[in-house]
């Protein structure tokens, strides 16, 4: 059975002023639904036809990169889209993240440092991540479509810094939408949520 393309959580103009309508179109209508279009002709006819997403990209990984690399951001943005929502960010994190990255990251300040440091600092396409890897949270970056998937990880949250995910709206300045991401866009509880389907290790 082909992928499809989830829809938007929300209104195209939801996010505004920090993620403008026109952003979440191309994005969405144009990006995400290409990546999901590229995925089913790859598979069709070979032996990733019919799995898991997740079982597509971790068998891919490093084998067949137009196959990865879909599959990939397919699960990427599947995610991104609810890590969103209209009056989020700020520090409403729900206890039980809460407590694990005061254990892990050195408290919420911190760890919003070093997440803003990790999307800042990701060389070119890729993504910062909040990632749950052997019981531990760690801040992480991955290049183009990687996730903590590939690297023993279970992602809690994601930041897509590829430039089509802010350049309408905030052009070179990178570490401006991140902030505003962070501090107006998080979606907490889909953390939570991610937090509760992390795999058992």
Request: charged share 20%; aromatic share 16%; net charge positive.
């Given at each position: 059975m082909a992928f499809e393309l989830v829809p938007l959580p929300y209104a195209y103009d939801s996010l505004q002023p920090y993620m403008s309508a026109e952003t979440l179109e191309y994005h969405h209508d144009k990006h995400h639904k290409a990546y999901v279009d590229k995925l089913n002709d790859l598979i069709k006819g070979t032996d990733y036809e019919g799995k898991e997403l997740e079982t597509i990209i971790k068998e891919s990984f490093g084998k067949d990169a137009g196959v990865f690399n879909n599959a990939a951001q397919n699960f990427?943005?599947?995610?991104?889209?609810?890590?969103?929502?209209?009056?989020?960010?700020?520090?409403?994190?729900?206890?039980?993240?809460?407590?694990l990255i005061d254990r892990d990251l050195g408290?919420?300040?911190?760890?919003?440092?070093?997440?803003?440091?990790?999307?800042?600092?990701?060389?070119?396409?890729?993504?910062?991540?909040?990632?749950?890897?052997?019981?531990?949270?760690?801040?992480?970056k991955t290049p183009n479509g990687e996730n903590p998937l590939v690297h023993g990880g279970w992602p809690l949250l994601g930041c897509d810094v590829w430039e089509h995910s802010y350049y309408i709206d905030y052009r070179n300045a990178r570490p401006k939408y991140l902030e505003a991401w962070f501090d107006n866009l998080i979606n907490w509880e889909h953390v939570e949520e991610m937090y509760a389907q992390a795999p058992s290790s």
């Open positions: 990427n943005h599947i995610h991104f889209w609810p890590w969103m929502t209209k009056d989020g960010g700020g520090k409403k994190v729900p206890g039980a993240v809460l407590a408290g919420f300040d911190k760890f919003r440092e070093d997440f803003l440091a990790a999307g800042a600092g990701q060389f070119g396409s890729g993504w910062a991540w909040l990632t749950l890897k052997d019981g531990k949270l760690e801040v992480t």
